[in-house]
C-alpha cells in the first residue's frame, strides 16, 4: 500500500507554488504531467518530496542570474525585452512552432547546436511554459539578426549599401 502524503507536505508544496505565482492550470499541468495525478492530495508522500523538490528547483532557476550574451539575450535596459505580466503558461503550439522555424532558419556550428544554446544561455533542457518561449523567440530573434538573415538589419551589409544607393539618388 501507497504511503499516503502527510498534511505538511502539502503546505509545503502550496507554499512553493504560491512563491512561483503558478496558476492552478499550470501547477495541475505539471502535476498530470509528472505523477498522472489532478490533486496533490493524491501523491505518495515520495512524490510530494520529490515534487517540492522540483519546485524549488525552479523556483531557485527563476532568482538566479544567467549567463548573456549582448547580442541574442534580452537586455533588461530595453523596454521590449520585458515578458508582459499577462502571459499565458504553458507554451503555446504557436510559440513552439516560431521557435522552430527561427532554429532552422539560423546557422548552427554543431548539428545540436540549439539544444546547447538553450541548456547555456536559458538552463533548459526543454520549453514548457509560455514566458520561456517568448524569452527564447525572442533570443532567437535577436541571434538570427546578428548573423547577417535580417533583410531589414542594420548589420546587413547588403540592406547597407541598398540604403545607400538609395540616398544617392
Request: aromatic fraction near 6%; include cysteine; charge should be positive.
Amino acid at each position: 500500500m501507497k504511503e499516503a502524503i502527510e498534511p505538511k507536505t502539502i503546505v509545503a508544496i502550496h507554499t512553493v507554488v504560491t512563491a512561483l505565482s503558478l496558476s492552478g492550470t499550470v501547477y495541475r499541468a505539471c502535476l498530470e504531467k509528472r505523477y498522472q495525478v489532478r490533486t496533490s492530495k493524491a501523491l505518495t508522500e515520495a512524490q510530494g518530496r520529490d515534487l517540492v523538490k522540483h519546485l524549488n528547483n525552479l523556483k531557485s532557476r527563476k532568482n538566479t542570474p544567467r549567463l548573456s550574451c549582448r547580442l541574442c539575450m534580452p537586455s533588461p535596459r530595453d523596454g521590449k525585452a520585458a515578458i508582459p505580466a499577462e502571459t499565458i503558461y504553458p507554451a503555446s503550439p504557436e510559440q513552439l512552432d516560431m521557435i522552430e522555424d527561427l532554429k532552422e532558419a539560423i546557422e548552427w556550428s554543431h548539428s545540436d547546436g540549439f539544444r546547447r544554446w538553450l541548456l547555456k544561455y536559458f538552463a533548459l533542457s526543454e520549453i514548457e511554459f509560455s514566458p520561456q518561449a517568448s524569452a527564447v523567440i525572442f533570443a532567437l530573434q535577436k541571434l538570427l539578426k546578428s548573423q547577417h538573415k535580417c533583410s531589414a538589419c542594420k548589420l546587413n551589409p547588403k540592406a547597407t549599401e541598398k540604403r545607400t544607393d538609395d540616398r544617392s539618388l
